[in-house]
């Protein structure tokens, strides 16, 4: 247990405490054993529906939102199409990241309002810890993965 917590610490991925724990399980210890002992390719798919209740940034109007969505070097900015006065944004977009696990970057949504004269305001932002997902046997078991509604953090 111990040299694979110092291997994960070398590699600097995040989710040690949690791995550490799935290993401590011994139902699981040689599945997650045998993932982390290969690199594994895949594509990370990411899919944006609506937004709900978005915050409002601008001083007597909805706020006019887009989203930045960034996976470790890849960066899908939207500002082009941000949406005029809308609380409840339909974006419906997917996203896709070439990622290789064990050390998956975060997957990071960001919710921006446009303002043309003043700078975008930051609405709020989530973050998916795609190792977590990965590694754990219950959402791979998972055979259609469901939609979720995430909060978005504004400090």
């Keep these: 247990k111990a040299n694979f917590v110092t291997e994960c610490k070398r590699m600097e991925l995040t989710c040690v405490p949690k791995l550490v724990k799935f290993l401590e399980d011994v139902r699981y210890a040689g599945e997650i054993k045998s993932l982390l002992s290969k690199n594994t390719e895949a594509i990370a798919h990411l899919y944006v529906i609506q937004g709900f209740d978005f915050a409002s940034r601008d001083i007597g109007s909805p706020s006019d939102p887009y989203l930045i969505v960034t996976c470790g070097e890849s960066v899908f900015n939207e500002?082009?199409?941000?949406?005029?006065?809308?609380?409840n944004p339909k974006f419906n977009k997917r996203y896709d990241f070439n990622v290789s696990f064990p050390g998956a970057p975060p997957l990071v949504v960001e919710a921006y309002d446009y303002d043309l004269l003043f700078g975008d305001d930051l609405i709020g932002k989530t973050s998916i810890d795609l190792d977590d997902r990965f590694f754990n046997p219950k959402w791979v078991a998972i055979e259609e993965k469901p939609i979720e509604t995430r909060e978005l953090y504004h400090q």
């Design 79 to 87: 500002r082009d199409s941000y949406q005029d006065d809308e609380p």
